[in-house]
């Protein structure tokens, strides 16, 4: 177990590192300079800030420069913002996005797996109906579209709920309806097939041949089982959840990591771009790692074996 938690780590280390260079040679590949706007007629100028964001360095030692501030955990200071650094804005914004994301998330596992887990029982029924119709729409509706339609009648014609901005629980609502709906369409499929295979399984039979309750066979035996393929996309799910929150947070006026993000691909300001994509990248690749893990804790039998299978 051990070496294959290192092996992972490498592997982590490594996409990592593809991912930063990819970023720097997009970010360097952009004609123009980020400061053409300010200084289009004072060339002096606009030779002073590049040469004090190291622009006017060759792109190697740039390079080696962006990876040393990443080593170090300083991504350095805006361009746009002179007064605060990237870590400043990670900081005021990412807690904001992590928390809207963790809501989205919980919110989409436990109705998925509701919605699921009742469709599998009252299979060909209204249930089973009404709820894969309900998925259905989910998958089909982009969720900036769904936010749109959100707004407008539970915010606009209703006034049921507020628009904007995140600082009360009701200015969450729409927001995360908005996210979860798409991932907890797709959790509800999943689980509703993988139920029905499991509970067509001998074991399953044998539990209520053993006279076992429905629920502790279904909660038990059945569920845990079932749940293996939803572990299996939940980390890509994850990454759509939290990248899908920058087009939400810039609709729904939401001070997260979307509207730093955004403003600075308007903006051209390559420290806010390059520092978002690393971080939040790294922290995609460990929730896909910690998704790895999670195997081995559903499911005990799913082992690291050695080569030769020994």
Known sequence: MLRYILKRLLIMLITLWIIISLTFILMVSIPGSPFNSESSSNETVQANLEAHYNLDKPYY???????????????GPS???????VNDLLGRGFPISFELGIITIIVAVLSGITLGVFAALRHNGMIDYL?????????????????????????????????????????MVLPTLALATGPMAIIARLTRSSMLEVLTQDYIRMARAKGLSPWKIIVKHALRNALMPVVTILGTLVASILTGTFVIEKIFAIPGMGK???ESINQRDYPVIMGTTVFYSAFLIIML??????????????KVHRKGGE
């Open 61 to 75: 030692v740039q390079y080696l420069l962006y990876i040393k501030s990443i080593a170090t955990f300083d991504f």
């Open 79 to 85: 361009i746009k913002q002179p007064d605060h650094s």
């Open 131 to 171: 709820a894969m119709g309900f998925a259905v729409l989910g998958i089909s509706i982009p969720n900036f579209v769904l936010a749109t339609l959100l707004i407008q009648h539970l915010a606009v014609n209703l006034e049921l709920l507020p628009v904007a901005t995140w600082s009360s629980p009701a200015h």
């Open 260 to 262: 730093y993000f955004v």
């Open 289 to 302: 790692f910690l998704v790895d893990i999670a195997y081995g804790i559903l499911d005990p039998r799913i």
